[in-house]
């Protein structure tokens, strides 16, 4: 083994390095996920008004998933708050 391996292996563990690289998403893997073009997310970048953390990595701009997936959560669970809502309310108008 390497030493930069057993550095890696000392500092993160055999697979917390793996998990932490894959729970940072990019600016494009970030779009398709969203399914909004990459001009989107590069326009919230620049105008700071991302609903979600970004972390800065130099120059490149990564997004935590476990973040991305709490919005989502969130904005989810408005959204089918809210129908409820409106279906309990056309119901109640019914009678």
């Given at each position: 083994m390497?030493?930069?391996?057993?550095?890696q292996?000392?500092?993160w563990?055999?697979?917390?390095?793996?998990?932490l690289?894959?729970?940072?998403?990019?600016p494009?893997e970030l779009?398709?996920?969203?399914?909004v073009p990459?001009?989107?997310?590069?326009?919230?970048?620049?105008?700071k008004?991302?609903?979600?953390?970004?972390?800065?990595?130099?120059?490149y701009?990564?997004?935590?998933a476990?973040?991305v997936?709490?919005y989502?959560?969130?904005v989810?669970?408005?959204?089918?708050?809210m129908?409820?809502?409106a279906?309990?309310?056309s119901?109640?108008?019914?009678?």
């Amino acid at each position: 083994m390497k030493r930069a391996e057993q550095a890696q292996q000392q500092i993160w563990g055999k697979t917390k390095g793996l998990k932490l690289v894959e729970s940072l998403l990019t600016p494009d893997e970030l779009a398709a996920i969203l399914k909004v073009p990459k001009s989107w997310i590069y326009g919230r970048i620049h105008s700071k008004t991302l609903p979600f953390p970004m972390l800065k990595i130099g120059h490149y701009c990564r997004f935590p998933a476990v973040g991305v997936r709490a919005y989502l959560k969130r904005v989810t669970r408005g959204a089918n708050e809210m129908d409820d809502t409106a279906a309990r309310n056309s119901v109640n108008k019914r009678i």
